[in-house]
Nanobody
Framework: QVQLVESGGGSVQAGGSLGLSCAASGRTFGFGINAMGWFRQAPGKEREFVAAINYAGSIKYADSVKGRFTISRDNAKNTVTVTLQMNSLKPEDTATYSC????????????????WGQGTQVTVSS
């Protein structure tokens, strides 16, 4: 069993920065869960992929966040933490951001996740 605990988020003006962290406890990298990442869902819209990283450090970004968001991971004993640094935020980045974990990077980028976090709100005002 894997638990994903998110932190960060909040409110910021356009052009500002925020960071999100997701700590995964349990058997993750190397035990069937080899990729972690972030999705977001704005009111009235479908959930969309944002960014993901796998155990080897390979990364995928949605086109809408390339050059503005940076995902990274920190492997520690029994815990993997994935961080999403969001810069140059725009009002259209406003959404609930959820951490997710899955078996493969391509699969996770397509929305195939085995575990989800509870979600954290990001609000960008103009």
């Amino acid at each position: 069993q894997v638990q994903l605990v998110e932190s960060g988020g909040g409110s910021v003006q356009a052009g500002g920065s925020l960071g999100l962290s997701c700590a995964a406890s349990g058997r993750t990298f190397g035990f069937g869960i080899n990729a972690m990442g972030w999705f977001r869902q704005a009111p009235g819209k479908e959930r969309e992929f944002v960014a993901a990283i796998n155990y080897a450090g390979s990364i995928k970004y949605a086109d809408s966040v390339k050059g503005r968001f940076t995902i990274s991971r920190d492997n520690a004993k029994n815990t993997v933490t994935v961080t999403l640094q969001m810069n140059s935020l725009k009002p259209e980045d406003t959404a609930t951001y959820s951490c997710a974990a899955g078996a493969t990077l391509p699969g996770l980028a397509r929305g195939s996740a085995d575990y989800w976090g509870q979600g954290t709100q990001v609000t960008v005002s103009s």
